[in-house]
């Protein structure tokens, strides 16, 4: 894969920021943009405090010696954009659980990929969302929720968020209901905990979690990867949906001039159906 040359800031060289910018393009796809290079510094601070280290210099030194194999898992883990929130853009949890009911009324149970997803707060909103309602318990929805950062994944199946995390979006009566206080924590009960499966992919590496689904929700991720890694992971969603399933991204995001196979909604504002191949289409 090809990068983009970052510009250097304090204390990090040329060469420091290519390595590490070429790293994380190698192990997830994902790539930093020339422009945002100051997030390379801020991300990986705490891993050079954490390793009574100077310099992002010092930190690609240890890298390149090889003689810590975690480092490299480290830096990839800081790296990635971990952004998240409770029941963020609500109206698209909105659009989900409409898109659940239609798929309940044909007596069916939904399956819901959360595809990077975080440290969880996306899954947890809409399994509680889809708790809450009155309906039948059998059909209740399957939902599995995917991240390439091992921490990130442990962070969620563990669902164990600080104070700030925890009031970032989540009503106080589902707080209260949904997560018992732990110390300074909040931690998701076992209730809540049940209702998501978790598990490490790189969209790009790994093969999708097994099955086929009726809605894949992979919000705020595209954008990091170039032209033809995107057209990869939108074969991928598409192979992984039901005929009539959908996709929700991100809302910086679309698949107008970037895939084929999805075309915007007309029922589920925001969504994107899968286009099925003539192929494919009964007869």
């Not at 309906?135 to 390439?148: K, S, Y």
């Not at 099955?211 to 192979?239: H, S, W």
Request: charged share 25%.
């Amino acid at each position: 894969m090809m990068f983009q040359p970052l510009s250097p800031g304090v204390g990090a060289s040329q060469q420091a920021l290519d390595v590490l910018a070429a790293l994380l393009e190698q192990r997830t796809g994902q790539q930093i943009a020339a422009y945002r290079s100051w997030r390379i510094d801020t991300a990986l601070k705490p891993l050079l405090r954490q390793r009574n280290l100077d310099s992002l210099d010092q930190l690609v030194a240890l890298l390149i010696r090889g003689v810590d194999p975690r480092i490299a898992d480290e830096i990839v883990d800081e790296l990635v954009n971990h952004e998240t929130s409770f029941f963020r853009d609500a109206p698209v949890f909105d659009m989900a659980i409409n898109a659940v009911a239609r798929i309940e009324a044909q007596g069916r149970r939904a399956r819901i990929w959360c595809a990077g997803c975080s440290t969880g707060q996306e899954p947890y909103s809409l399994a509680m969302l889809l708790a809450e309602r009155d309906g039948d318990a059998r059909l209740t929805p399957d939902i599995v929720a995917t991240d390439v950062s091992e921490s990130a994944v442990s962070k969620a199946r563990a669902g164990c968020y600080t104070q700030f995390e925890i009031q970032r979006g989540l009503p106080v009566r589902r707080m209260i209901n949904w997560f018992d206080a732990v110390g300074d924590e909040w931690v998701a009960k076992p209730a809540l905990r049940r209702m998501v499966t978790f598990r490490r992919q790189n969209l790009l590496a790994d093969a999708p979690p097994p099955g086929r689904y009726d809605i894949i929700l992979c919000r705020n991720v595209m954008l990091y990867f170039a032209t033809a890694p995107k057209a990869e992971i939108f074969a991928q969603f598409a192979r992984s949906l039901n005929d009539d399933g959908l996709l929700a991204l991100g809302a910086g995001e679309t698949v107008i001039g970037q895939t084929t196979m999805f075309t915007p909604s007309k029922l589920h504002r925001g969504f994107y159906d899968r286009i099925v191949p003539p192929s494919q289409t009964p007869s």
